[in-house]
């Protein structure tokens, strides 16, 4: 037990002398550097530097004594906070310059850079060219709580009414000149009433050479300055339509103080710019090409916003004048007709960027919108008799009767077909470039008006299908005697021959008397044998008859 409390006083005896051991050297360590204090009235970011680095006051440095350090202080220096004050410095505690160098001792050991709050004055002057001077000058700094001067001279033609004053120790009052008291920033305003005033009449947009105004009865070009006395009159004159280049012109609009009128009467109030707005407008043509006076009814209509229009035979051009990105709609007819057998076919549009049968486009330019149109001719093809047959037109089968529209020049292959028992005989045909023959297919070519006439005949057949019928039945008979002589196992079969074939004969007509094979319809020379017309189709026996 003795043991065990020497142990401990001595471990505790240990433990005391490394705290004082400890402690002493902490001691020794701080009598090596001196706490500097470094700040600033008022304090805050952005007043002072220490060896070249900016600090916000205040600030504490641990210096060692005999060490040289520099101390400056930044001016002016704005508040953050209100506009139109700033701090300008004064000195340092240590009576030395805005910058400069210390020694580190221990006698001296704080620094304080003092500075003196200035507030901004203002000066303006109503109007703004009325003022020949401002004292003390536009912008000016002066220390809080300053006593300062302020004074104007107006121009030859203004005279001062008063001053308008804003912040604490502002003036506001007629006398000239006068004092503030600078304990806020301060505005003062120096008030005039002109004798006579700068006007500006000016035009949208703005086009050289041109007159568009007219002011006291005289032309002017825009913009035009005139010097006119307070509460004069004056008569403006905004021209309705000016004429520009290359299909351009402008309109009136109104003027930029809501006037509308475009005559007005203008009171002279002040200093002020005048403006007469105009719309540019582009004229735009729309014309049709290919057409002649001979097409009727409605070939095109244009429609805008405001108005709805026709072309017509008689107006193949129409011109208007249209406001800047305005809409235009636009639609040609396909086909315009004409008097029988012809009519117009579009082809395509050109113009303005402008390619189809139909359209629409913001105006923005000038120009012509053309629809270009092709002569077609109508072909009429026929059949006679009616039920002979068909006709094809390049290959296809079409309705006869039924009206086939070509271009004009165009040539087209014709060809008729024949139902039993009619064979195709002849073309007729009726028009510039028809056809007239027994050429079976054949062309035409479309130079105008075509009408062509299928003709059909009947061969009279007859004898022959008698004499067919005969011997058909002597080839049966015969077929059945040879099938019995080549299989003798088939005797007792009796094979009975056909009854006789009974063929009547038709009695013999007379003669027809025909007139040297010449058509009563068409008038048509044909060979005197001939039954039908090579030309026509016409039975010659039943016409001569």
């Known amino acids: 037990m003795e043991c065990l409390r020497f142990v401990t006083c001595f471990l505790l005896l240990i433990l005391v002398c490394a705290t004082i051991g400890r402690a002493g050297i902490q001691e020794a360590r701080s009598e090596g550097t001196v706490t500097v204090t470094v700040t600033s009235n008022p304090a805050g970011s952005g007043f002072i530097e220490v060896d070249g680095v900016p600090y916000k006051t205040p600030c504490d440095f641990p210096w060692t004594p005999g060490d040289h350090h520099t101390l400056s202080a930044t001016s002016p220096v704005p508040d953050p906070q209100e506009v139109g004050t700033r701090y300008v410095w004064s000195s340092w505690s240590d009576g030395k310059a805005q910058s400069h160098d210390i020694a580190v001792n221990s006698s001296l050991t704080s620094f304080t850079a003092y500075y003196k709050t200035q507030y901004k004055l203002t000066m303006n002057a109503r109007p703004v060219d009325a003022a020949f001077n401002l004292e003390p000058g536009i912008e000016s700094w002066h220390n809080q709580t300053s006593l300062v001067p302020i004074s104007t001279t107006g121009v030859p033609d203004a005279k001062f009414v008063s001053w308008i004053g804003e912040g604490d120790g502002n003036y506001t009052g007629p006398l000239n000149p006068h004092t503030v008291t600078m304990n806020s920033p301060i505005t003062e305003t120096a008030n005039f009433t002109a004798q006579t005033a700068k006007i500006t009449v000016a035009t949208t947009p703005k086009v050289a050479d041109r007159i568009f105004i007219r002011v006291d009865s005289q032309n002017i070009t825009t913009p035009h300055n005139f010097t006119w006395t307070i509460n004069s009159k004056h008569t403006l004159l905004a021209y309705g339509t000016v004429p520009g280049d290359n299909g351009i012109r402008y309109s009136y609009s109104s003027w930029s103080d809501s006037e509308l009128h475009s005559r007005r009467t203008y009171i002279v109030q002040g200093p002020a710019t005048i403006t007469a707005d105009y719309t540019p407008q582009y004229q735009v043509n729309f014309t049709i090409s290919g057409i002649d006076g001979d097409a009727t009814g409605t070939?095109?209509?244009?429609?805008?916003?405001?108005?709805?229009?026709?072309?017509?035979?008689?107006?193949?051009?129409?011109?208007?004048?249209?406001?800047?990105?305005?809409?235009?709609?636009?639609?040609?007819?396909?086909?315009?007709?004409?008097?029988?057998?012809?009519?117009?076919?579009?082809?395509?549009?050109?113009?303005?960027?402008?390619?189809?049968?139909?359209?629409?486009?913001?105006?923005?330019?000038?120009?012509?919108?053309?629809?270009?149109?092709?002569?077609?001719?109508?072909?009429?093809?026929?059949?006679?008799?009616?039920?002979?047959?068909?006709?094809?037109?390049?290959?296809?089968?079409?309705?006869?009767?039924?009206?086939?529209?070509?271009?004009?020049?165009?040539?087209?292959?014709?060809?008729?077909?024949?139902?039993?028992?009619?064979?195709?005989?002849?073309?007729?045909g009726e028009g510039d470039g028809n056809y007239t023959g027994p050429l079976n297919p054949h062309t035409v070519t479309m130079n105008s008006p075509i009408t062509e006439t299928a003709n059909f005949g009947i061969?009279?057949?007859?004898?022959?299908?008698?004499?067919l019928v005969a011997v058909g039945m002597l080839f049966a008979v015969l077929g059945l005697v040879m099938e019995h002589r080549a299989n003798p196992k088939v005797q007792s079969t009796s094979v009975r021959a056909p009854p006789p074939v009974r063929v009547e004969q038709r009695p013999e007509r007379p003669p027809v008397q025909r007139p040297q094979g010449i058509c009563q319809r068409c008038g048509h020379s044909n060979r005197t044998t001939a039954r039908f017309c090579t030309r026509c189709g016409t039975n010659l026996s039943e016409a001569a008859a």
């Not at 061969?459 to 004499?467: H, I, Q």
């Open 299 to 428: 070939i095109a209509t244009i429609t805008t916003m405001s108005q709805r229009n026709t072309m017509n035979q008689d107006q193949l051009r129409y011109t208007d004048w249209y406001n800047s990105s305005s809409r235009i709609d636009y639609a040609f007819l396909p086909t315009v007709p004409t008097a029988d057998g012809k009519r117009y076919s579009w082809r395509s549009t050109s113009g303005l960027g402008q390619t189809g049968l139909t359209g629409s486009f913001n105006v923005n330019q000038a120009g012509t919108v053309t629809g270009n149109y092709g002569t077609q001719y109508k072909l009429d093809v026929k059949l006679n008799p009616e039920s002979a047959g068909s006709v094809q037109l390049d290959g296809s089968t079409i309705q006869p009767g039924g009206p086939q529209w070509l271009d004009s020049g165009s040539t087209v292959n014709i060809e008729a077909k024949a139902n039993d028992p009619y064979r195709f005989v002849s073309w007729i």
């Open 459 to 467: 061969e009279d057949l007859t004898p022959g299908v008698y004499s």
